[in-house]
């Protein structure tokens, strides 16, 4: 393999390696799961492949298809977006974080393929399409939709973001994720960084469904988890909620176990909530869920 085209590789890679990490970092600031690392990995990961597949064979006599292996990319990629996805009953959550890997695999593609303009509009266009939902804020003067006025009014979550606030001693902030019912509220520290705290609950009739605790490493082990469950307890029981739903991984059902919940399916756990039940909390630690 020349020199020159050694070159023309090694930039085809960096440029993949970019147009992935910038696409990735608007599900990072959106303290999504997938962020500019995952996405820059898969992006790059797509290029070798679409290179393996033009140059890696070409000293092979006889046919050879390039798009064989390409192919199998948009395959693949199925299954890990697939992973990104949570599903509760009629509603899903991460179709966007699976969408936009989905798309950074094709821009690698695009990019190990040498088609270096395609795989510019379409990083383009994919980041405009992850932050469509400012524009429709600015025309259709989002700040003021009856769906979000009811919610508010209906919801005291500053009640929840100020309890949060006492508890890790920093300024959070709330993310409203979904308007209709079920309603999706998500809480995370205020202040950028790279291993944030967040909340998220999804309220659907006169159920709490709990979709992710996840406290940052440095707050592991502190006690925090228990004042959580406390605070969500209270604020559950002020408007009348009959139980706290959550689906969590095998590690953990133990404590769900212990913290009251009863099992309702394989890692899915329902906590009945009455006024005069004692809600004991163990110390244990809650990490991911």
């Known amino acids: 393999m020349d020199l020159y085209l050694q070159g023309t590789i090694a930039l085809r890679l960096l440029f993949a390696f970019f147009l992935g990490a910038l696409l990735g970092y608007e599900r990072r600031i959106q303290q999504k799961p997938a962020g500019s690392r995952t996405h820059a990995l898969v992006c790059l990961g797509a290029a070798i492949f679409m290179i393996i597949s033009i140059y890696g064979f070409a000293s092979i006599p006889g046919q050879r298809d390039p798009a064989r292996i390409a192919a199998q990319v948009v395959t693949g990629m199925g299954f890990i977006g697939a992973g990104a996805i949570w599903k509760e009953r009629s509603w899903v959550v991460g179709l966007t974080t699976a969408s936009t890997l989905w798309v950074s ?80 509220i998500s809480f995370a520290f205020k202040r950028k960084a790279k291993d944030s705290f967040v909340l998220s609950i999804a309220i659907k009739g006169d159920t709490l469904n709990l979709i992710l605790i996840y406290l940052p490493e440095h707050l592991r082990g502190k006690n925090f988890t228990p004042k959580i469950f406390t605070l969500l307890k209270s604020w559950s029981l002020e408007y009348k909620f009959k139980q706290i739903t959550l689906t969590s991984k095998k590690e953990f059902n133990p404590l769900w176990l212990k913290l009251g919940f009863y099992s309702t399916g394989d890692c899915t756990f329902t906590y009945l909530l009455e006024p005069d039940k004692t809600f004991d909390l163990p110390k244990d630690n809650l990490s991911v869920l």
């Open 105 to 184: 695999s094709a821009i690698g593609l695009a990019v190990g393929a040498g088609m270096y303009l395609p795989a510019i509009i379409g990083t383009f266009l994919s980041y405009l399409a992850l932050e469509l939902h400012k524009f429709e804020k600015i025309f259709s003067n989002h700040e003021k939709r009856p769906e979000k006025r009811q919610l508010i009014n209906t919801f005291d979550f500053e009640y929840l973001k100020t309890g949060l606030e006492g508890i890790f001693d920093q300024p959070i902030k709330i993310h409203i994720l979904n308007f209709s019912n079920p309603y999706v």
